[in-house]
């Protein structure tokens, strides 16, 4: 089946639901989504979204603060580009009806979180993310021109070059092929703009506080089409998860910490001081490696985070969501430590893009998580991602619509997808136990601290399972579960590569083998494209 539009929106977090929202007065807009509408990381984002907002504080020292959580890898020019568009962020957030916290007094109540200098985070209690997504999908579902695909996952996307088996450059994207996870049909999606909104990939590895939707299917679709991706070797992991045979890596917010929480090992012994002079205000990267440094010097399966010394109403105010979770698990924070570790939580490499957004195939643009912009270099700084979806949509709507005003280009013909002698498959276990293997592997070799030798046994192991799932790809019809193996396979491929490429340790890259910084060779992106 053949559909036409002119923005299609894969993916519905903060940033393509903002892109969606902005262009819609100005065509056809189709969000395209794997799951329900506020099944995103979005919708799980507790911290909040940082912008400066005090006389205290300044765009200067955000843009500090950024540069230096990123360890002088982020891109100088759009650190500056975001965070001074900050405050017109907020605005529209609170236009489109998002409810952000305030104090007794009715002002604005922001925290602070591990790396900033200041209080400027924006939150809604802690359930940030809940209330943005609330607020978006309420503005999307009353918009006429906006179409909503729930439970459809894209497959691939669709160039110039591969309608017209031509050799085009510089490419340009048409569209999509689009699974119908309800009636198995693959659908064709032509659009004059296509949106990767995608996401991240934290569930490449197996311990993660990302949502199910995070398999880096942007990442993966952006690579297979031929655009460049960037950075990949840089994932975060978050410091504190709960620690539970029960609980599925739930995220303990940053803000617990930014309002005093303290990291202690099993016998109540504080550590961060030796780790860093910021204490538990110090950056992910360092926080992640203290926990697992610590761990594994003492014996221990997991630290505790502490926040016994704030009295209960405190705790319960701030902090609701968290405080209701972890009674439901048995843990009461207001009287005893929480169990943590830390899980993989945010990608800061992804489909490279300049400062519209746009990526090297003319006409696709990749904005949020799945987007590499150069602003989080080698370590996101909590609270800067929220902020990067929504000012990367506003500058990929103005890159759209500018575009739109130009004379319109024929579509050439869109082949519909071909199954070939494709039949269903009676073997999902081969599919279950690949997933596994790629996300243990990853979790095993990959990790928080690395070698040159677990990378090398992790390519390898990877490229034997892509083998597999290469002969599975064609020989049976494709499925939601499929196509994102297939996805989580190539990230990993990429962020092996990465790895091995950036011979020093520079924030979430640590290697054993690198241990030192090298400014002089490698402060620089690490970039990949497929050869065709």
């Given at each position: 089946?053949?559909?036409?539009?002119?923005?299609?929106?894969?993916?519905?977090?903060?940033?393509?639901?903002?892109?969606?929202?902005?262009?819609?007065?100005?065509?056809?807009?189709?969000?395209?989504?794997?799951r329900?509408?506020?099944?995103?990381?979005?919708?799980?984002?507790?911290?909040?979204?940082?912008?400066?907002?005090?006389?205290?504080d300044?765009?200067?020292?955000?843009?500090r603060?950024?540069?230096?959580?990123?360890?002088?890898?982020?891109?100088?020019?759009?650190?500056?580009?975001?965070?001074?568009?900050?405050?017109?962020?907020?605005?529209?957030?609170?236009?489109?009806?998002?409810?952000f916290?305030?104090d007794?007094?009715?002002?604005?109540?922001?925290?602070?979180?591990?790396?900033?200098?200041?209080r400027?985070?924006?939150?809604?209690?802690?359930?940030?993310?809940?209330?943005?997504?609330?607020?978006?999908?309420?503005?999307?579902?009353?918009?006429?021109?906006?179409?909503?695909?729930?439970?459809?996952?894209?497959?691939?996307?669709?160039?110039?070059?591969?309608?017209?088996?031509?050799?085009?450059?510089?490419?340009?994207?048409?569209?999509?092929?689009?699974?119908?996870n309800?009636?198995?049909?693959?659908?064709?999606?032509?659009?004059?703009?296509?949106?990767?909104?995608?996401?991240?990939a934290?569930?490449?590895?197996?311990?993660?506080?990302?949502?199910?939707?995070?398999?880096?299917?942007?990442?993966?679709?952006?690579?297979?089409?031929?655009?460049?991706?960037?950075?990949?070797?840089?994932?975060?992991?978050h410091?504190?998860?709960?620690?539970?045979?029960?609980?599925?890596?739930?995220?303990?917010?940053?803000?617990?910490?930014g309002?005093?929480?303290?990291l202690?090992?099993?016998?109540?012994?504080?550590?961060?001081?030796?780790?860093?002079?910021?204490?538990?205000?110090?950056?992910?990267?360092?926080v992640?490696?203290?926990?697992?440094?610590?761990?594994?010097?003492?014996?221990?399966?997991?630290?505790?985070?502490?926040?016994?010394?704030?009295?209960?109403?405190?705790?319960?105010?701030?902090?609701?969501?968290?405080?209701?979770?972890?009674?439901?698990?048995?843990?009461?924070?207001?009287?005893?430590?929480?169990?943590?570790v830390?899980?993989?939580?945010?990608?800061?490499?992804?489909v490279?893009?300049?400062?519209?957004?746009?990526?090297?195939?003319?006409?696709?643009?990749?904005?949020?998580?799945?987007?590499?912009?150069?602003?989080?270099?080698?370590?996101?700084?909590?609270?800067?991602?929220?902020?990067?979806?929504?000012?990367?949509?506003?500058?990929?709507?103005?890159?759209?619509?500018e575009?739109?005003?130009?004379?319109?280009?024929?579509?050439?013909?869109?082949?519909?997808?071909?199954?070939?002698?494709?039949?269903?498959?009676?073997?999902?276990?081969?599919?279950?136990?690949?997933?596994?293997e790629?996300?243990l592997?990853?979790?095993?070799?990959?990790g928080?601290?690395?070698?040159?030798?677990?990378?090398?046994?992790?390519?390898?192991?990877?490229?034997?399972?892509?083998?597999?799932?290469?002969?599975?790809y064609?020989?049976?019809?494709?499925?939601?579960?499929?196509?994102?193996?297939?996805?989580?396979?190539?990230?990993?491929?990429?962020?092996i590569?990465?790895?091995?490429?950036?011979?020093?340790?520079?924030?979430?890259?640590?290697?054993?083998?690198?241990?030192?910084?090298?400014?002089v060779?490698?402060?620089?992106?690490?970039?990949?494209?497929?050869?065709?």
């Open positions: 089946m053949n559909k036409t539009t002119d923005f299609l929106v894969i993916g519905s977090g903060i940033a393509g639901l903002c892109y969606a929202l902005k262009v819609a007065d100005h065509g056809k807009v189709a969000i395209v989504t794997k329900e509408i506020a099944t995103t990381a979005t919708s799980m984002a507790q911290g909040g979204i940082a912008a400066v907002a005090s006389e205290q300044s765009f200067d020292e955000h843009i603060d950024t540069m230096e959580a990123g360890v002088w890898l982020p891109h100088e020019d759009v650190v500056r580009l975001v965070i001074e568009n900050g405050p017109e962020a907020i605005n529209d957030l609170i236009e489109w009806g998002v409810r916290s305030r007794a007094s009715g002002a604005y109540d922001l925290h602070r979180e591990g790396g900033h200098s200041q400027r985070i924006y939150h809604s209690k802690d359930e940030t993310g809940k209330e943005i997504e609330r607020a978006l999908v309420e503005a999307v579902r009353q918009h006429p021109n906006i179409a909503i695909y729930e439970n459809h996952i894209a497959v691939d996307l669709i160039t110039e070059a591969k309608a017209t088996r031509r050799r085009i450059k510089p490419d340009r994207c048409l569209g999509s092929y689009v699974l119908d309800e009636t198995g049909e693959v659908e064709t999606f032509g659009a004059r703009f296509t949106i990767l909104a995608t996401g991240g934290g569930k490449v590895y197996l311990y993660t506080c990302n949502p199910d939707v995070a398999t880096g299917d942007g990442i993966a679709m952006a690579y297979r089409a031929g655009a460049t991706i960037a950075n990949m070797e840089f994932m975060q992991f410091p504190t998860t709960l620690y539970h045979p029960h609980a599925k890596s739930f995220l303990i917010s940053e803000a617990v910490r309002e005093g929480a303290i202690r090992r099993r016998d109540g012994t504080a550590f961060m001081e030796k780790h860093h002079p910021l204490k538990d205000l110090a950056p992910r990267d360092i992640a490696r203290a926990i697992d440094s610590e761990m594994k010097s003492h014996g221990d399966d997991c630290v505790f985070l502490d926040i016994t010394h704030k009295s209960e109403e405190f705790i319960k105010e701030h902090f609701p969501y968290i405080y209701e979770t972890c009674l439901s698990y048995g843990i009461d924070m207001t009287k005893r430590p929480i169990p943590v830390s899980a993989a939580h945010y990608l800061c490499g992804g490279s893009v300049d400062t519209w957004g746009e990526t090297d195939i003319a006409n696709l643009f990749a904005i949020g998580e799945v987007s590499c912009t150069g602003l989080h270099g080698a370590n996101r700084l909590a609270s800067n991602s929220l902020l990067e979806g929504i000012v990367y949509a506003n500058r990929a709507v103005q890159c759209s619509l575009r739109l005003k130009e004379s319109e280009q024929p579509f050439p013909d869109i082949a519909l997808w071909d199954s070939g002698s494709a039949e269903d498959s009676n073997e999902e276990v081969v599919v279950a136990h690949n997933w596994d790629i996300r592997c990853m979790c095993n070799y990959v928080i601290v690395r070698t040159t030798k677990r990378l090398v046994r992790a390519l390898r192991r990877i490229q034997m399972i892509q083998e597999e799932i290469a002969d599975y064609w020989d049976f019809n494709i499925t939601s579960d499929l196509i994102e193996l297939r996805n989580i396979a190539t990230v990993a491929e990429l962020i590569r990465s790895a091995l490429d950036r011979k020093e340790s520079r924030g979430l890259h640590y290697t054993l083998d690198f241990p030192e910084r090298d400014d060779h490698w402060k620089k992106d690490t970039l990949k494209r497929k050869t065709f």
